[in-house]
């Protein structure tokens, strides 16, 4: 079967389960556009290329099957950087598709040529320039393999021109082999044996979670590990969801606004159980007091991550599905009253909290979400003040129910990446947690869930500020809010003129009744929730500081 290269890339789109790309057209994916087409390949048309690309991303943590997201060449290509970089920092798996100046343009500063492979050389987990058409159902092939095996992470292909619009013979290859490229699925016996030994030993362990169970797939061997060996369970960001919330060996999140319980159980438990983590610096603090009892067993599917930031004392490389198998089934029911007791005292002495002084607090609204949500929906934030509150009074129970930019702290990615969400989960009630600082960034996507009526509501926790910079200013700078004061416009008005709802709440006892009418309009939603002001995010590490020494809270 004879195709143009154009052809090809949506043919090998469909062999590998895509339902659904992010997009945007221009002069160099005019050809991929014309055949896309007569296509049944479901396209949303966004309204910047940073927002596919978030909404590849979105799509891709909601469900756990990559996302993809397609623009032309040049400033097409260079605006989906940030949402590769985001992508990539927090290891998800996305298929970005740029167009390219024809093969014999390349090199000559020809209009709209950017070097976007090696632009994106540090941010993708591997790139391709296809030059030849006949290696391009091969390319494709190749980058679903590697976007998704092992730690996964984004790869772009960028198609010139010419490519797209010459024909070949199709056919879609049946396996990959890529020399160089292994992933250790199976963890090492005697590692594995070194980890049980140092449990068994154990006192007082803890359970260090992050985004790689989420990825692994690992809950249930998770919460089975916890179980077995009575050690409470703490979770980094992109962990969030990985250990049910509601469990009493929940603590939380940990680090600069993890909770007091978590912080103090970490920095005095002789033994730290790190799964698909990689002791980021939020997390640990300053690193010579970070869980200076604990040896330390790290268990990660990427080596490089094994000692780089921290001394371990068993690393295990491997898949964290099947390492946690392996463990379980080496491990005896074991229980440490005396520590649990601990735990629970810990977290009954320091719960979260905040002061109700009668003005609208961004806590409140976020235990009203959970309260009316029961805890079920999607829930994606912005970044800043409101991610922290997301994080901290919304209680999560599955994975894929957080959705976040952690390692690159992306703001504006929180909008996008819930439509890409409830595109890949139609039936999920999905939420985004904005700043009006954030929001803005790329507020244009409304424009997106009209056209596609994809009903998602943001909740604008609206304080004038850019909250999280300003919080810094007043903690650390003697409140010299340089240039955090922000005026933002009608976010009412302005969802009503791009065709949305838009609702606003100034009381507390508004916010279930706004929070009812937008689930129950099915249209995408604004809420403007006006808030206090200077309401600040506690507990908190200071930066450069030990985790047990917290300001607030």
């Not at 000692?307 to 198998?325: A, E, M, Q, S």
């Not at 919304?394 to 439509?419: D, E, N, Q, V, W």
Request: charged share 20%; net charge negative; glycine share 10%.
């Amino acid at each position: 079967m004879k195709l143009s290269g154009a052809e090809i890339i949506i043919k090998s789109l469909q062999e590998e389960g895509v339902d659904a790309i992010f997009g945007y057209p221009g002069g160099q994916v005019i050809p991929f556009y014309d055949a896309l087409y007569d296509a049944t390949l479901k396209h949303y048309l966004v309204r910047h290329e940073q927002g596919a690309a978030h909404a590849a991303d979105g799509y891709a943590r909601a469900t756990g099957k990559p996302g993809v997201c397609v623009a032309t060449s040049g400033p097409g290509a260079t605006n989906l950087v940030t949402g590769i970089a985001t992508a990539y920092m927090d290891s998800i798996p996305m298929i970005a598709i740029t167009g390219q100046v024809p093969c014999s343009m390349i090199g000559k500063d020809s209009f709209q040529e950017a070097d976007i492979t090696g632009i994106t050389l540090p941010i993708t987990k591997h790139n391709f320039l296809v030059d030849d058409i006949n290696d391009l159902a091969r390319i494709i092939k190749e980058s679903f393999h590697i976007a998704t095996t092992g730690r996964p992470g984004p790869v772009l292909i960028d198609v010139p021109k010419n490519v797209q619009v010459e024909s070949t013979n199709y056919k879609y290859p049946e396996t990959v082999s890529l020399k160089g490229y292994k992933v250790t699925m199976e963890a090492n016996k005697a590692q594995v044996k070194n980890a049980v030994n140092l449990i068994k030993e154990s006192r007082r362990p803890v359970i260090y979670a992050g985004g790689g169970v989420v990825n692994s797939g690992a809950s249930s061997e998770l919460y089975r590990l916890a179980e077995l060996t009575s050690s409470p369970v703490t979770t980094t960001l992109m962990g969030i969801g990985s250990f049910p919330e509601t469990h009493p060996l929940s603590l939380g999140m940990l680090g600069m606004h993890g909770t007091k319980a978590a912080n103090y159980a970490v920095t005095d438990c002789d033994l730290l159980i790190a799964v698909g983590a990689r002791f980021d610096d939020r997390v640990t603090g300053n690193i010579a007091e970070f869980a200076p009892k604990a040896r330390i067993i790290h268990i990660d599917i990427d080596a490089a991550e094994i000692g780089k930031n921290i001394r371990i004392d068993v690393p295990i490389v491997g898949d964290v599905k099947n390492v946690l198998t392996e463990l379980n089934k080496k491990l005896e029911q074991t229980e440490s009253h005396e520590w649990y007791n601990k735990i629970i005292e810990l977290k009954d002495k320091y719960p979260l909290a905040y002061e109700n002084n009668g003005k609208l607090k961004p806590q409140f609204i976020i235990e009203q979400i959970y309260d009316l949500t029961k805890g079920e929906a999607i829930i994606t934030t912005e970044v800043g003040q409101n991610q922290m509150w997301a994080a901290q009074y919304y209680k999560y129970t599955k994975p894929r129910s957080f959705i976040s930019s952690g390692g690159l702290g992306t703001m504006g990615y929180g909008f996008p990446a819930a439509i890409g969400a409830k595109v890949g989960c139609p039936d999920a009630v999905v939420i985004d947690i904005a700043g009006d600082g954030s929001i803005q960034m790329n507020i244009q996507e409304l424009a997106t869930a009209v056209q596609y009526n994809i009903p998602v509501i943001v909740a604008i926790l609206n304080n004038n500020y850019l909250g999280m910079v300003r919080q810094w200013q007043e903690l650390f700078y003697d409140r010299r809010y340089s240039h955090t004061d922000i005026t933002g416009p009608d976010f009412v008005k302005l969802a009503e003129a791009y065709g949305a709802m838009g609702i606003r709440v100034t009381e507390p006892g508004q916010v279930k009744p706004a929070l009812k009418q937008a689930i129950e309009a099915k249209r995408p939603v604004v809420i403007d929730f006006v808030v206090d002001r200077e309401e600040n995010v506690f507990p908190m590490v200071p930066p450069g500081g030990a985790n047990h020494k917290m300001l607030g809270g």
